[in-house]
């Protein structure tokens, strides 16, 4: 079956401008994670989603960083006012349930410039 | 706990040869422990996990090692091959929050020919 994707794959915007980045986790999954990896770094834990439950926002970098998942499958991650400090991959992952292996998309690759 | 480097380490070896690729965690809370292969330009691909009531797991051509004594992780991966050079990040999971991972920095592995 299909994976997780994401989209765009690779954006590029300019310091000061705010972009979205969306995850379409595996049908039927109930968790879905953000992540981020900077240039040779491990992955960043950014935000938890699980069901109806409110999300686990402890990750999120700033309050210029939000994240929504609408009807318990697609979620978009929203950076407003960009930094060039934001340059990074942006990972999405889902999983069947807390507590199941976590499975990632390819990752959306943001250049902040 | 790790520490923060720019560079990855990075392990090369000859096809055929055995592999082990090293993790050390901070947590002794951690309870669960996942190893991820990540590809250049994917996201994170599991490989193989391990709870903390077991000290060795094998999956097909992979062995991974706990020592909670020490708090170390190991990745065996036998008869090594070129397919295998990615970058293996070790990951954590810590009581009390089970559904989140706390990932190192990663280990490159470069396999020849």
């Known amino acids: 079956g299909a994976g997780v994707s994401q989209s765009p794959s690779n954006k590029v915007t300019e310091k000061g401008k705010d972009v979205e980045l969306r995850c379409d986790p595996i049908s039927g999954h109930t968790a879905l994670y953000w992540y981020r990896q900077s240039l040779g770094q491990g992955l960043e834990f950014l935000i938890y989603?699980?069901?109806?439950?409110?999300?686990?926002k402890s990750g999120l970098p700033s309050d210029r960083f939000s994240a929504e998942r609408t009807g318990g499958s697609v979620s978009t991650l929203t950076i407003q006012r960009t930094q060039q400090e934001d340059s990074a991959v942006y990972l999405c992952?889902?999983?069947?349930?807390?507590?199941?292996?976590?499975?990632f998309g390819p990752g959306t690759r943001l250049t902040v410039t | 706990g790790e520490s923060v480097g720019l560079h990855l380490p990075t392990l090369s070896v000859q096809e055929g040869d055995n592999s082990i690729i090293n993790c050390a965690y901070s947590?002794?809370?951690?309870?669960?422990f996942i190893w991820y292969k990540q590809e250049s330009g994917k996201g994170p691909q599991f490989i193989i996990d391990?709870?903390?009531?077991?000290d060795k797991r094998q999956g097909q051509r992979v062995t991974v090692l706990l020592n909670k004594t020490v708090k170390h992780l190991s990745l065996q991966i036998a008869a090594t091959q070129p397919g295998d050079s990615a970058v293996y990040f070790c990951?954590?999971?810590?009581?009390?929050?089970?559904?989140?991972?706390?990932f190192g920095k990663g280990t490159m592995l470069l396999v020849s020919p």
């Open positions: 947590n002794s809370a951690s309870d669960y």
């Open positions: 391990i709870r903390s009531n077991m």
């Open positions: 992952a889902s999983s069947r349930d807390r507590d199941y292996e976590q499975y």
């Open positions: 990951a954590e999971n810590r009581e009390g929050n089970r559904s989140t991972l706390t």
């Open positions: 989603f699980q069901g109806n439950s409110a999300p686990d």
